[in-house]
């Protein structure tokens, strides 16, 4: 972006030369900040906000935004003058700009051409909203049923719309959208996507000239209001004629992430480092003040050490429950005798170290990382390992029953079954249930007894120990909880309830994120931290989960309390989350809240969550501004 933005700065000076004075300058979208530093641009605002101030221009009382490109759906919900929710497509781009550009080429038309036959087409053809690969065959199948091309571009850009509808808004119907609404993205200069849109919805909306620059259009709107008190020096023709810029890829070494960072030099001095996911590699280091339950709880579990015993070295993978249960297993098993040895900490290099086992690339980026683990065990000489099958959760009093999800019970015998090198080692995965301490002790003195000649009484003792043990991490961390609560608000800073399950605090499978949201000055506290603060009430669904009853229940601490929001973590290949989701956001919107959603997976790159953060951020500082002129 740094040589399109510097060619057009080039035609803007010669257009203008000095008959106009810039009196602001801002920048949108995921080249923001290196734009901003590069070209020395007064201001950056998050692209939502961007797109919602050019919204507005065109329809002053707009209640949705719909924004097609040509990879990626984003709708807004706006809500008393500020953006409200944020939706986006997944991993799929199907349903987007590519999707109807694909099969007018494979027809042997231009897209302009394509989307006009279709406009007029008398019976458009239904063929729902698969993905690509399926709609193929639909499309195939319409043809040899007779179709013309006119009906299969009018139904191709009416399955873009249902997609956008029903799949990524998840709307029971077109009229939850609202009856002011904006339509853009590229997409949209598309008139068979734009009338299949009314249609669908029932009535016209507005879609304006400059559809697919409505962000640009919304940063220069952004700049003439503020641009007279923001104002730094946009740069200038003179300076521009001699930019340079450089950039150089390399990784950071001051943490364990090792986080892969660009950094850009230009003319003057200026630089701006990229793709880090704290403050460190930029100088300055983040504000340890701060409250921050994942860095606390990964630390605290970090801080078991092994011990060494008359039985041996034990493995355990750190992975799944682990990191809920480490205190119970490491208390345990040292108890009895053992040198407990934890795997390292999770890594890129650690997960493709054991990607060649995962049987399915469809499972959850936490359950892919448990192979890498278990090798690294193994590398380290470890040849007993002990991995137990929990098909049973704590019972907290909280949901309709306590099962773990089949993933985290059951995945110690999927890698039994895959991992060849633990046929010729020692690997324990017998069943437990560690919601009844009695019947536990009872079952693992047998275990342990038969296993490895363990006296019975040794076992139950250290089944107390281990009990104890993790009722006592578990106070500890609501402590922390309330403790962080109590400084934001004595310090009048905002409340972040990350919620999702105990594995979220692995800054692998994070990326960190935690950082990233601790950097704008937020509070963060787990879901365990404060569930245990939440009203108790029924949800819509099967409440059969720990963990997720445990969601629902921080979702409705947030939604009752001032200056705290939430944010739900999901992982891609999660299947229960496409209900967790949608109960969540009941909860919060319920309560007229705020309700973000991030996804994440094994790729780290957290543009699109800073752009959902700080599309919060922007809607709670909104909201409290009106609050203030009521």
């Known amino acids: ?188 200069y598309n008139d068979a996507v734009l009338r299949s849109f009314e249609i669908e919805l029932g009535h016209e909306v507005t879609r304006p000239t400059i559809a697919g620059l409505m962000g640009a259009y919304g940063a220069a709107l952004y700049a003439s209001t503020r641009g007279a008190q923001n104002q730094r020096g946009l740069i200038s023709k003179d300076e521009l004629a001699v930019f340079t810029h450089t950039s150089r890829v390399t990784n950071c070494g001051l943490c364990s992430n090792h986080c892969p960072l660009t950094v850009n030099t230009f003319s003057g001095g200026r630089r701006f480092i990229g793709g880090n996911r704290c403050e460190r590699p930029l100088g300055t280091k983040p504000d340890e003040s701060l409250p921050n339950l994942y860095k606390f709880k990964y630390q605290r579990l970090l801080s078991y050490k092994p011990v060494p015993g008359p039985r041996g070295k034990i493995g355990i993978p750190f992975v799944l429950n682990m990191y809920e249960n480490l205190p119970f297993w490491h208390t345990f098993l040292t108890r009895l005798g053992f040198e407990v040895v934890l795997s390292p900490e999770s890594t890129r290099s650690l997960y493709i170290h054991g990607q060649y086992s995962i049987p399915s690339d469809t499972v959850c980026y936490p359950a892919k990382l448990v192979h890498g683990h278990i090798e690294a065990l193994l590398d380290e000489g470890v040849n007993t390992i002990f991995y137990p099958c929990l098909p049973y959760n704590f019972d907290e009093k909280i949901s309709d029953n306590h099962y773990n999800c089949p993933v985290v019970a059951y995945y110690p015998e999927l890698v039994a079954a895959n991992i060849p090198r633990l046929k010729q080692a020692r690997f324990l995965r017998p069943y437990f249930g560690l919601h009844r301490p009695r019947d536990f002790a009872k079952k693992a003195a047998d275990y342990f007894g038969e296993e490895f000649g363990i006296p019975r009484a040794d076992v139950i003792a250290a089944s107390r120990a281990a009990y104890r043990e993790l009722q006592s991490y578990r106070q500890e961390v609501r402590r922390q909880g309330e403790a962080a609560l109590e400084y934001a608000e004595k310090n009048g800073s905002h409340v972040i309830v990350l919620a999702g399950r105990p594995y979220h605090i692995d800054p692998e499978i994070n990326h960190g994120l935690d950082s990233l949201i ?70 919060c919107e319920k309560a007229g809240d705020l309700y973000t959603q991030i996804k994440i997976d094994e790729i780290n790159n957290l543009g699109a969550v800073k752009i959902r953060i700080r599309s919060l951020i922007a809607a709670v500082q909104s909201r409290q501004e009106r609050g203030k002129t009521e």
């Open 1 to 188: 972006p740094v040589a399109v933005v510097k060619d057009q700065l080039k035609k803007i000076y010669e257009l203008c030369g000095s008959h106009i004075n810039i009196a602001g300058s801002a920048v949108t979208g995921y080249g923001e900040e290196l734009i901003k530093n590069a070209f020395s641009v007064d201001m950056g605002l998050v692209e939502t906000v961007a797109h919602y101030y050019a919204a507005r221009r065109f329809r002053p009382q707009v209640d949705f935004i719909l924004d097609i490109g040509g990879q990626d759906i984003k709708c807004f919900k706006i809500r008393n003058g500020a953006v409200d929710s944020i939706m986006l497509n997944e991993a799929c781009s199907s349903g987007c700009g590519s999707f109807i550009e694909t099969f007018a080429q494979a027809m042997g038309h231009s897209v302009q051409d394509f989307a006009r036959m279709g406009l007029f087409a008398k019976h458009p053809v239904d063929l729902g909203t698969r993905c690509t690969v399926f709609m193929n065959s639909s499309v195939k199948q319409a043809q040899k049923e007779g179709a013309g091309v006119d009906d299969i571009s009018a139904g191709l850009s009416m399955s873009v719309v249902r997609n956008a509808v029903y799949k990524v808004i998840r709307a029971s119907s077109p009229s939850e959208l609202g009856h002011n609404i904006v339509v853009q993205g590229g997409t949209f």
């Open 518 to 587: 601790s950097s704008f000055g937020l509070v963060i506290v787990s879901e365990d931290a404060v569930a245990h603060l939440g009203a108790k009430e029924r949800v819509k669904v099967l409440n059969q989960w720990t963990y997720h009853a445990r969601l629902y229940a921080a979702a409705r601490f947030a939604a009752s309390h001032p200056n705290t929001e939430l944010v739900q973590l999901v992982s891609f290949g999660c299947g229960i989350d496409a209900i967790t989701g949608d109960e969540m956001r009941s909860i």
